[in-house]
Nanobody, 119 residues
Framework: QVQLVESGGGLVQAGGSLRLSCAAS????????MGWYRQAPGKQRELVAT???????DYGDSVKGRFTLSKEKAKIAVSLEMNNLKPEDTAVYYC?????????????WGQGTQVTVSS
């Protein structure tokens, strides 16, 4: 089984920076996609940023140029560097990992971490 441990959420002023980290443990040695989604009150969950095992990146339109996703090779983990944060970035951020093989297609989610940006 796979567990995702998230860290780095908190309160920050507009224009500030914050880093979110997510590490996977358990029966996982690689991944198809891994990254972050977010959900604000009254809105649907949306893509923030994901990365493939080979390093291909995908960013949501609202965070392009401000957020940077990276991955570690020593362990199954990603870090999201969030810069120039805006109040509209306020949301619960969820780590996600997608594992796809010829044998199975599985997805796991973290518990969510709150990011609040004050104006």
């Amino acid at each position: 089984q796979v567990q995702l441990v998230e860290s780095g959420g908190g309160l920050v002023q507009a224009g500030g920076s914050l880093r979110l980290s997510c590490a996977a443990s358990g029966n996982v040695y690689t991944f198809n996609n891994m990254g972050w989604y977010r959900q604000a009150p009254g809105k649907q969950r949306e893509l923030v940023a994901t990365i493939t095992w080979s390093g291909a990146l995908d960013y949501g339109d609202s965070v392009k140029g401000r957020f940077t996703l990276s991955k570690e090779k020593a362990k199954i983990a990603v870090s999201l560097e969030m810069n120039n944060l805006k109040p509209e970035d306020t949301a619960v951020y969820y780590c996600n990992i997608h594992l796809s093989t010829v044998w199975a297609d599985r997805e796991f989610w973290g518990q969510g971490t709150q990011v609040t940006v004050s104006s």
